[in-house]
């Protein structure tokens, strides 16, 4: 079993996910950052040293986390293959891409991604988030008993399915919170604080996950109310000209896919 770690990276991923792994009472060796003060505190939290020159990067770590951005996830482990052994475990977070970003020199190379966003004072219940996982064959189970000895919902995904998955993420979490910039940016122009939204935005997800997205979807448009449609298409027009195309391209997939469906 996986005893040491290492952690590339010193954002808010790396911040999280050090101090759950430290809270498991897992050694963290080291702290790798570009940026060494951002280093220098992360380890001072976890009690782990730190350095920002890859050359003197632990050669005795069982796992090395990849918490970087994607477009660096190819980058870092080709700098690695320089200094570490071919059999070690190099992992990723990301799930929009394959564990083969990381170098194919490393034999042993996989996912583990939380479907979660990261902020730096939000506390995180790590049991509570599903990690999507996948690995080549030779690691897998090795990685599904590190998962289930952490406590965490695991779910075997691989490329095609973490695809699918991110991109329903996407759709439901970062398009959603567009909407309530909208929304915020329609309250202001009347001075009405956005907070007046939190009962039924609170009220809505909760019912949503338990009555399901279909029967609770509610509005104009999905009562196929055509004249309160076009009034507000037309209050659009006038204050806020630059979303009237959302609203009618929103309205209109609603009302096709309740009220026009063949």
């Known amino acids: 079993m996986f005893k040491k770690f290492v952690i590339i990276g010193t954002g808010r991923l790396a ?5 759950f792994l430290a809270s498991k009472d897992k050694e963290i060796v080291q702290i790798y950052g570009r940026n060494l003060d951002e280093a220098k505190v992360l380890a001072a939290r976890i009690g782990s040293s730190c350095t920002n020159q890859m050359e003197l990067i632990s050669l005795n770590a069982d796992v090395y986390f990849l918490c970087v951005k994607d477009d660096s996830i190819e980058e870092v ?8 052994s071919a059999d070690k475990l190099i992992l990723h977070f990301s799930g929009s891409l394959p564990y083969e970003q990381i170098n194919s020199y490393f034999i042993n190379r996989g996912v583990m991604w939380p479907l979660q966003s990261f902020n730096e004072a939000k506390v995180i219940h790590w049991e509570e988030i599903p990690f999507f996982i996948d690995a080549n064959e030779n690691i897998m189970k090795e990685l599904k008993s590190f998962a289930s000895e952490i ?22 979490n970062n398009f959603s919170n567009f909407n309530l ?14 907070e007046v939204l939190k009962p039924i935005m ?10 399901g997205s279909e029967s609770s979807q509610t509005g104009p448009a999905r009562r196929d ?5 076009q009034a507000q298409l037309n209050l659009l027009e006038r204050e806020f000209p630059e979303y009237k195309a959302y609203y ?3 309205s209109d997939l ?9």
Do not use: C, Q
């Not at 910039?181 to 956005?194: G, N, S, T």
């Not at 609170?202 to 019912?207: E, Q």
């Open 248 to 250: 009618k391209l929103m």
């Open 254 to 262: 609603i009302s096709t896919h309740f009220n026009h469906k063949k």
């Open 15 to 19: 911040k999280h996910w050090s101090e």
């Open 202 to 211: 609170t009220s809505s997800i909760d019912k949503i996950f338990v009555n």
């Open 225 to 229: 109310d055509h004249e309160i449609v």
């Open 77 to 84: 482990s080709e700098s690695l293959r320089k200094f570490l």
């Open 151 to 172: 406590g965490l919902n695991y779910i075997e995904a691989d490329y095609t399915n973490r695809k699918m998955i991110h991109l329903a993420a996407v759709v439901a």
């Open 181 to 194: 910039i909208i929304a915020e940016d329609i309250l202001r122009k009347i001075d009405i604080p956005f």
